[in-house]
T-cell receptor, first 114, second 115 residues
């Protein structure tokens, strides 16, 4: 257990509304990531953070923004949700036992955009 | 660019039979490779990882994987399948991006274990 929680776990929203998903970690890890999971695509990186206020884009960042004002929280925002953003969203943290980086994942948030 | 190909989106085996899930990767540098397992409605759990030490890597739940550079493969095996192994399995390759490392995932293999 990497001490990662995600909220909400399930959300239904309507097209055009803003949505914010929260990832919380309890162990002060520097690196945090947001992925989306869709059938046939595995997981794809949306954004990641390498410290407070330090973020960068991933493979599928269009339509998403992130913020990290505290080490423990990494927020993912859909400014105006679209049906194509219906997905399962996973947060991950990175740890480096012995210098070998490994990512551990939260339980996921299932988002349905109607 | 790095990529991962998992051959076979669905694999079925009988309980007690050998499990073989295939993963091939492309990477311009020596890779870090991972296998994750996902049970229904859960997050991903790390099974094992290769980080340039031993080429045969042992993981949890009796799984192991062998890194073969000449074949650019990292196939996952288990000698005897158990009903509890039914899940989706993802292979991933890691690459550096600035100070972070990014994971590129394969599209996953759904393992069904038949009684």
């Amino acid at each position: 257990d990497a001490g990662i929680t995600q909220s909400p776990r399930h959300k239904v929203t309507e097209t055009g509304t803003p949505v914010t998903l929260r990832c919380h970690q309890t162990e002060n890890h520097r690196y945090m990531y947001w992925y989306r999971q869709d059938p046939g695509h595995g997981l794809r990186l949306i954004h990641y953070s390498y410290g407070v206020k330090d973020t960068d884009k991933g493979e599928v960042s269009d339509g998403y923004s992130v913020s990290r004002s505290k080490t423990e929280d990494f927020l993912l925002t859909l400014e105006s949700a679209t049906s194509s953003q219906t997905s399962v969203y996973f947060c991950a943290i990175s740890v480096r036992p012995g210098g070998e980086e490994t990512q551990y994942f939260g339980p996921g948030t299932r988002l349905l955009v109607l | 660019a790095q990529s991962v190909t998992q051959l076979g989106s669905h694999v079925s085996v009988s309980e007690g039979a050998l499990v073989l899930l295939r993963c091939n990767y492309s990477s311009s540098v020596p890779p870090y490779l991972f296998w994750y397992v996902q049970y229904p409605n859960q997050g991903l759990q790390l099974l094992l990882k290769y980080t340039s030490a031993a080429t045969l890597v042992k993981g949890i739940n009796g799984f192991e994987a062998e890194f073969k550079k000449s074949e650019t493969s990292f196939h996952l095996t288990k000698p005897s399948a158990h009903m509890s192994d039914a899940a989706e399995y993802f292979c991933a390759v890691s690459r550096s991006s600035g100070s972070a490392r990014q994971l590129t995932f394969g599209s996953g293999t759904q393992l069904t274990v038949l009684p």
